[in-house]
């Protein structure tokens, strides 16, 4: 129900690593699924990752898959977003979403939007 909140953000290069971050307020967060996504500049908010509320079930974007690992940590109301070995192609701003009901992997599905955190990636 809370709004998520992302931090972890950075400017880093090729190859580099990043760990995002998305924790919300009250019980409720730990009993959602919940989805990464992200937005570069001019282009649509586009699916990364996706976690059930459990953890036991994940899915990615093909474009991330085998770099990302998407947890959760439900005592601490938090979801991590492990990124290795980035590119100038992941460079966007990541936003995580919870409140999900529909099709995981489409961004309508989603009602509570956190702010987002940019990840900027040079060559």
């Known amino acids: 129900q809370g709004q998520p909140v992302e931090s972890g953000g950075g400017f880093v290069q090729t190859g580099d690593s990043l760990r995002l971050s998305c924790t919300a307020s009250?019980?409720?967060?730990?009993?959602?699924?919940v989805a990464w996504f992200r937005q570069a500049p001019g282009m649509d908010r586009l699916f990364v990752a996706f976690i059930t509320s459990d953890g036991r079930n994940t899915d990615y974007a093909y474009s991330v898959k085998g770099r990302f690992t998407i947890s959760r940590d439900n005592a601490k109301n938090t979801v991590f977003l492990q990124m290795n070995n980035l590119t100038p192609e992941d460079t966007a701003v990541y936003y995580c979403?919870?409140?999900?009901?529909?099709?995981?992997?489409?961004?309508?599905?989603?009602?509570?939007w956190g702010q987002g955190t940019q990840v900027t990636v040079s060559s």
């Open positions: 009250g019980r409720t967060f730990s009993s959602e699924s």
């Open positions: 979403a919870s409140g999900y009901s529909g099709r995981y992997r489409f961004r309508d599905s989603y009602s509570n």
